[in-house]
């Protein structure tokens, strides 16, 4: 499957798959969350953490500041955010009341407090200007990442760092069909393995169609910088398969 053009990617993105993102991906999420975390780990042939690591080493924070981490998931950056720098007041949003209940309690068992909200991240419910920095890995295929990656300008702070990572669509036509093919088998593995329900088991072609619809590296610093972002950079590993930015909003 080609890409439609950049210009008109988020509207085919939508059209194709507005009713999975609105009615079906709460489900799924909602089935895999006591055991997405291994799931992943077991995908990635053990490099969950390295991959954790990795976007870590991206993220510049300071003693004090105000967080957001957007499609927070099970909370692993804001438990490794924290785990950095115990001062920092760290918040969490996600769709997901599921996942977020994993999160919750994998923040807790280690003494940390994640302030939590489940709502949509299309339209963030904070304030203008309110965060140091923010964080979403692992997500913005399933999100019209243009506007989210707006409403995340739009509450952080003037001079406030944006850092993102996730799977991207590589610009290796070769690399791209290995790719998939590999992901293809561990949707099915995990799935066996983990005795996935129906919501996530009918889901497995469309995580494949979300990538190839993706956007690679360079098109998402493209993006980054429509949108009003400046200072993007843009950090690739595996053949651009997974890709690091870092992004800030203007003074």
């Known amino acids: ?118 709502d949509d991240v299309h339209t963030l419910p904070y304030p203008d200007n309110s965060f140091d920095v923010a964080t979403l890995q692992f997500a913005s295929r399933h999100l019209r990442i ?17 850092y993102h990572c996730d799977m991207l669509r590589p610009g290796n036509p070769t690399v791209e069909k290995l790719y998939y093919a590999y992901l293809r088998f561990c949707l099915w593995f995990t799935g066996f393995l983990f005795r996935s329900g129906p919501a996530a088991l009918n889901c497995k072609e469309y995580f494949i169609q979300a990538l190839q619809m993706f956007y690679s590296a360079q098109e998402l610093s493209d993006m980054l910088e429509d949108v009003g972002y400046r200072d993007v950079t843009a950090k690739t590993v595996f053949a651009g398969m997974l890709g690091f930015h870092r992004a800030v909003k203007p003074q």
């Open 1 to 118: 499957m080609n890409p439609p053009p950049v210009a008109t990617r988020e509207i085919a993105r939508e059209e194709r798959f507005n009713v999975v993102w609105t009615q079906e991906l709460n489900d799924v999420f909602a089935d895999v969350a006591p055991y997405y975390d291994r799931a992943n780990y077991i995908a990635s042939l053990g490099l969950w953490g390295w991959f954790l690591r990795k976007f870590m080493e991206t993220v510049d924070i300071r003693p004090g500041e105000r967080v957001l981490d957007v499609c927070a998931g099970t909370n692993a950056i804001g438990i490794a955010l924290l785990k950095r720098e115990p001062t920092l007041e760290v918040h969490a949003i996600d769709r997901s009341a599921k996942m977020q209940e994993v999160g919750r309690r994998n923040a807790e068992a280690l003494g940390f407090r994640i302030h939590s909200v489940i």
């Open 146 to 162: 243009r506007q989210v990656a707006s409403e995340i300008r739009r509450v952080l702070k003037p001079g406030g760092r944006f």
